[in-house]
C-alpha cells in the first residue's frame, strides 16, 4: 500500500472536520434564518422569509446595515490607497529596514481591537475627532495590515526592471505608476480592498467605543438586539444577508482578477 | 578638456560613482561618436553596467558629467534623456500585447493614434514580427520576445540605444542567429548603440571598438581587431583568452627585434624593441604556438605535460624553462603525429605573433 493510500482516511477526516467547523456555524445560521417559527428550532419545521422582512422592516437595523455598507466602503477604499503606498514603499527597501516597516504596518492585527478601540477613543475625544469620521479611521486602522500584505504580495513578483524600461520609454514617473505598475498589482490591490471591507463590515469591537448617537453600525445594532431584545431569528437573517453581501464581493472579485491564483500567490 | 560637441552622441566626462564605500567606476572619460556600435566589456563587478546606468539616468554620477547630443544630462531623469534601452531579461510589459509594448514609448510621447500603428507596423515588421502584433509576451519564445525588446527601442528614433546583456538569456545557438541580427539592424539604421557584455566572443562579433573594464576603469578602448591582436596589458590579454604569459631575459637586440632568453628552454626571436638585458613579459596565443617532435626552425625546447582532445582542435599542455603554455592545433584528419604525454618536443612562433606585455 502507498503511503497516500495510507493518510487518505486520516486527511478525509481532517478536511471534514475543518469544513464542518468552518462551515458549521454559517449554515446552522443560514437554515435558522429561513425557519418560520417565532424561535429557534432546528431543524426547522418549513421554510419563509418573514425574518428578512421583519430585519428590513427594523428601521435600526435597516439604517445599520446601510450605514455599514458605506463605512465599509469608504474605509476599504483609503485602506487600500494607504495599503498600496506602503506596501510599494517597503517592497522597494531591502535589509532590516524594510523587516521593521513590515512590523509596523502589520502591527494592527496583533494588537487586540478592543484595546485599539479604547486607544483611539482616548486619541479622538483629546483632538475632537466627530464620531462618524473617528468610526472609519479606526476601520482603516483595522484593515490596513490585510491591504498591505496583499498588495505587498502581489509587488514581491513585480519585475522592478518594468519601471526602469517604462521611464526608458518617456513615461514620467506618475505614468509609469498608472500603466505599468498597477495594472501588475491591481490582483493585490483588488483583493486588499476586499479584506479591509469584509473586516470592517464585521468590526465590532472598536465600534463598540467609538460610536455615538444616530451612529450604529450592523454588529453594533445585532449586539445590542441581542442583549435587550432577544430576537434570534432576525439576527440570524440580518447575518445570512451580511454573508450573502460578502459572497457577492468575492465572487465579483474572483471575476475580475481570479481571486484563487492571487491567494495561491 | 575639449567642450562637448554633437558630433557625440553620449559623452562620459570624468564620471565616478560610489555606492557606499565602494566605488563602481571611477574617474571615466569616454566618448561615443554617431553610429559607433561600442562594446564595453568586463567580468562581473568591474562596472560596466553601472556606466550603462549612468547614461540612462537610472544612477546619477557621484562626480563627473554625462552629456547626450551634447547636451549635459547629468541631473535629468531617465524618462527626459535621449535613449532607450534593452534589458537583460527583456523587462517586456505582461499585461500588454506586443503592438502596445513596442508602441508604448510613442503613446508616452503624445503621438497621434495612426502614427502610432504605422511605426509599430514597420518596425515589427523589420524584426521580422509582423503576424504576432496581438500576442502577448508569455506566448513567445526568448528569441520572439528579444526582438520585441529590440523593436519597442528602435521605434524611439534614440540619439543611444543601450543594450544590458541582451542576449544572455538566449541558449547558444540562438544568441549567436540574434548577434548577427543586431548588427545588421543597427548599421542598417546607423543608432549608436552600447552594449554591455563579459561575452569576448559577443563584443568581438559585434563592435565597432570595444571598451574593456576592470575595477571601475576602462583599460583599454579600441576596434575589436586592437584589442585583440594588441592588448594594452596582462588583464586585457587574459581576457581575450591568452593563457600564455612568459618570462623572458632580453639577450639580443638588433634593428629587426630582440632576442629573448626563455629559461633552460633556448632563445627565442620577437619583432618588437627592448632594452638589453631587461626581463620582459610577452604573451602568446595558443594558436600561434607550433610544436613538433623536431624540427630546425623551432628554438625552444620543451616537454608535452598532457594532451587534451577537443573535437576540432587539440590542446597540448607544455613545459617550458619552469614555465606552462598551452599550444592549440586544429585537427586535420591523419596528419597527427602521435604525440603524447611526457614526450620531449621542439616549439616556437613567428616573431611577429609574440604580444609585449608591460616590463617585468
Known amino acids: ?265 | 578638456m575639449t567642450p562637448p560637441s554633437a558630433e557625440f552622441d553620449v559623452r562620459l566626462d570624468r564620471v565616478s560613482k560610489t555606492f557606499g564605500a565602494v566605488t563602481a567606476v571611477r574617474e571615466t572619460t569616454l566618448d561615443i561618436p554617431r553610429g559607433t556600435f561600442l562594446s564595453i566589456l568586463g567580468p562581473s563587478g568591474c562596472g560596466k553596467t553601472t556606466t550603462l546606468r549612468m547614461i540612462a539616468g537610472f544612477e546619477r554620477p557621484t562626480t563627473g558629467n554625462v552629456y547626450i547630443r551634447g547636451a549635459r544630462v547629468t541631473e535629468v531623469p531617465p524618462y527626459k534623456r535621449d535613449f532607450s534601452m534593452v534589458f537583460q531579461n527583456f523587462a517586456l510589459f505582461p499585461h500588454l500585447d506586443v503592438a502596445h509594448n513596442v508602441g508604448f514609448g510613442l503613446r508616452m510621447r503624445g503621438l497621434p493614434r495612426a502614427d502610432i500603428d504605422r511605426e509599430v507596423a514597420g518596425v515589427l515588421d523589420l524584426v521580422k514580427l509582423s503576424g504576432l502584433a496581438d500576442r502577448f509576451p508569455r506566448q513567445l519564445s526568448g528569441g520572439q520576445q528579444q526582438r520585441v525588446a529590440l523593436a519597442r527601442a528602435i521605434v524611439m528614433s534614440p540619439a543611444v540605444m543601450l543594450l544590458d546583456e541582451p542576449l544572455g538569456a538566449l541558449d547558444k545557438n540562438l544568441r549567436e542567429e540574434m548577434q548577427i541580427e543586431l548588427r545588421q539592424l543597427q548599421q542598417k539604421l546607423g543608432i549608436t548603440a552600447v552594449f554591455v557584455t563579459h561575452d569576448q566572443d559577443e563584443a568581438l562579433a559585434l563592435s565597432d571598438r570595444i571598451a574593456v573594464m576592470r575595477d571601475g576603469r576602462i583599460e583599454q578602448i579600441g576596434a575589436p581587431r586592437d584589442v585583440y591582436e594588441r592588448p594594452a596589458n596582462e588583464f586585457v590579454a587574459g581576457f581575450f583568452g591568452v593563457s600564455n604569459v612568459m618570462n623572458g631575459e632580453v639577450v639580443h637586440v638588433d634593428p629587426d627585434g630582440i632576442d629573448i632568453k626563455i629559461g633552460e628552454a633556448g632563445t627565442v626571436r620577437l619583432s618588437f624593441a627592448a632594452e638589453p638585458g631587461r626581463r620582459i613579459r610577452v604573451a602568446v596565443r595558443p594558436e600561434k604556438i607550433r610544436i613538433a617532435r623536431s624540427n630546425a626552425s623551432l628554438p625552444l625546447k620543451a616537454r608535452l605535460t598532457d594532451v587534451v582532445y577537443r573535437g576540432a582542435s587539440t590542446s597540448f599542455f607544455l613545459e617550458l624553462g619552469g614555465q606552462t603554455l598551452v599550444a592549440i592545433r586544429q585537427n586535420e584528419g591523419g596528419r597527427e603525429e602521435g604525440l603524447k604525454a611526457g614526450d620531449a618536443v621542439v616549439c616556437g612562433w613567428d616573431p611577429n605573433a609574440a604580444i609585449k606585455l608591460a616590463d617585468g
Open chain 1, 1 to 265: 500500500m502507498s503511503p497516500r493510500g495510507r493518510i487518505g482516511p486520516a486527511l478525509w477526516a481532517m478536511i471534514a472536520l475543518n469544513y464542518s467547523l468552518v462551515l458549521g456555524p454559517i449554515l446552522v445560521v443560514v437554515v435558522a434564518a429561513f425557519s418560520p417559527t417565532d424561535f429557534f428550532v432546528f431543524p426547522p419545521p418549513g421554510l419563509s422569509l418573514r425574518w428578512f422582512r421583519a430585519f428590513f422592516e427594523l428601521d435600526n437595523m435597516r439604517g445599520a446595515f446601510l450605514l455599514s455598507i458605506q463605512v465599509a466602503c469608504l474605509a476599504a477604499s483609503i485602506a487600500t490607497v494607504l495599503g498600496t503606498f506602503a506596501a510599494i514603499h517597503v517592497g522597494r527597501r531591502r535589509g532590516a529596514g524594510a523587516g521593521l516597516l513590515q512590523s509596523v504596518f502589520m502591527a494592527p492585527l496583533v494588537f487586540p481591537t478592543i484595546i485599539l478601540g479604547l486607544a483611539l477613543l482616548l486619541v479622538f475625544r483629546t483632538v475632537g475627532i466627530p464620531v462618524l469620521p473617528g468610526i472609519v479611521l479606526a476601520h482603516i486602522v483595522v484593515g490596513l495590515p490585510y491591504c498591505f500584505r496583499s498588495v505587498l504580495t502581489s509587488f514581491q513578483s513585480f519585475d522592478p526592471a518594468l519601471e526602469e524600461a517604462a521611464q526608458s520609454l518617456r513615461a514620467s514617473p506618475l505614468q509609469t505608476f498608472l500603466r505599468v505598475t498597477l495594472p501588475l498589482i491591481r490582483p493585490g490591490v483588488l483583493t486588499g480592498w476586499l479584506f479591509a471591507f469584509i473586516v470592517s463590515f464585521g468590526e465590532l469591537n472598536t465600534s463598540l467605543f467609538l460610536t455615538g448617537p444616530g451612529y450604529v453600525t450592523l454588529p453594533i445594532e445585532i449586539f445590542s438586539y441581542l442583549q435587550f431584545e432577544g430576537g434570534q431569528l432576525v439576527v440570524a437573517a440580518a447575518s445570512t444577508v451580511q454573508v450573502a453581501l460578502i459572497v457577492v464581493l468575492v465572487l465579483a472579485v474572483e471575476r475580475l482578477v481570479g481571486l484563487g491564483r492571487v491567494v495561491r500567490g
